[in-house]
């Protein structure tokens, strides 16, 4: 006999629940970020510091390398805030993508024990890269006054392409989740997708550079969109924000993330057998 404390689970129950228990479990999303950000911050000195660190090494390099010796153009800007600017929504991708695509086969003790739907731990990984986002653009702030740049009613807009960002890093999560899971050597092959990614992506140098008939397909990159916004708001660029990037960036995101969700809930049925 059933009494009121039991809850019966059938099969194609779960599946027509799926979307609405991912609100109904949105505890369990806040208590697993909550877990990665006192993970990476609590007790630790290298945690704080490493987010202040990180983004001033790699700019420095690319301004000795990129700025001095190859001179390459800033576009009216300082090239360390050039760099700067695109670093933050670069790293916060990065580690997203790096972080949450283990994250399934981190819990596979809890995965393989209750339900609940398995979308919310790669997606309960992103939050801790965002924290991270915020830190660093209090360092950006700072280079910002130290160059006399005021923000402007620009900086207004940053929540958009911020969350363009998190559009696309879910979306790449989601998938490589899935797959690391599946294909456990994958994650070797996570790695070179991000060292690659830096390298195509307009960190290091401007879009300007790109030959005007390549850019839209250089545009494809949805990182081209979100860099350029970020720069158009924070950094001082006064040139026109190209809204083609923009949409494209939306565009592609949004499929990356089509995508991303169908391979997740076609595997999802199989993680607890297969982690």
Not at 45 to 68: C, D, E, K, N, Y
Not at 110 to 130: C, D, G, T
Not at 210 to 221: G, K, T
Request: glycine share 6%; hydrophobic share 55%; charged share 10%.
């Amino acid at each position: 006999m059933q009494n009121d404390r039991e809850i019966l689970i059938e099969a194609n129950q779960i599946e027509r629940r799926y979307w609405l228990d991912l609100w109904l479990y949105r505890e369990l999303f806040y208590f697993l970020a909550w877990r990665e950000i006192l993970v990476r911050y609590k007790q630790t000195i290298v945690g704080i510091a490493w987010v202040v660190i990180r983004p001033l090494l790699t700019m420095s390099v690319f301004t000795l390398v990129f700025g001095r010796l190859a001179k390459l153009p800033a576009d009216g800007m300082p090239y360390p805030l050039l760099v700067l600017s695109a670093l933050l929504p670069w790293q916060l991708f990065s580690a997203a993508v790096t972080e949450g695509s283990a994250s399934l086969v981190g819990n596979a003790n809890m995965i393989s024990k209750i339900y609940f739907p398995r979308l919310i731990v790669p997606a309960s990984s992103i939050v801790v890269s965002v924290v991270d986002f915020l830190f660093s653009l209090l360092i950006l702030m700072a280079a910002m006054m130290l160059y006399g740049i005021q923000p402007g009613w620009k900086i207004l807009l940053l929540p958009v392409f911020l969350a363009m960002t998190c559009i696309f890093a879910l979306g790449m999560t989601i998938l490589f989740s899935a797959l690391n899971v599946r294909y456990r050597d994958f994650r070797y092959v996570i790695g070179f997708i991000v060292q690659f990614g830096l390298l195509v992506s307009p960190v290091a140098f401007s879009i300007s550079i790109i030959p005007q008939a390549w850019q839209m397909v250089y545009a494809l990159n949805p990182m081209v969109g979100i860099i350029e916004g970020f720069r158009w708001c924070l950094a001082g660029n006064h040139n026109p924000l190209n809204m083609s990037f923009v949409l494209l960036s939306i565009l592609v995101s949004a499929m990356i993330l089509t995508v991303g969700l169908m391979y997740f809930r076609a595997t999802e049925r199989t993680f607890a057998d297969v982690i």
